[in-house]
């Protein structure tokens, strides 16, 4: 589980961050991302009920979770929401994981100097 000071929580952060953010598509989620306003990162993880019943959806946010929680010192201090889409329910911790990875690198999100 990420730390308290790396999670987005409030509805009112989703939102700005929906609204001002730019978008990253992939093929298992999306990245919204926002400079932020803090020395951190933070991070918010979105699965809509057409990915599937409860059980599957707190599956995948803990999955994203884990991935980010390992790789948060690499990640630029930015906000990001991440949203699961409907293909990633039957992948892997580690193809999740090494495809946020990917697109965050590809998009130059990653700290270089970690």
Known sequence: MLKK???????KEFNF????????HSHNFL???????????QIGISV???VGNSVVRSRVKRIISEACR????????KNYVITARES??????????KELISVLKKNKLLRENV
């Open 5 to 11: 000071t790396n999670r987005l929580k409030k509805k």
């Open 17 to 24: 961050i929906y609204k001002k953010g730019t978008v990253l």
């Open 31 to 41: 990245i919204h991302y926002v400079r932020a306003y803090k020395p951190f990162a």
């Open 48 to 50: 809509s009920k057409q």
């Open 70 to 77: 390992l790789n948060i010192d690499k990640f630029a201090v």
């Open 88 to 97: 990633i329910v039957d992948k892997k911790s580690n193809e999740i994981e």
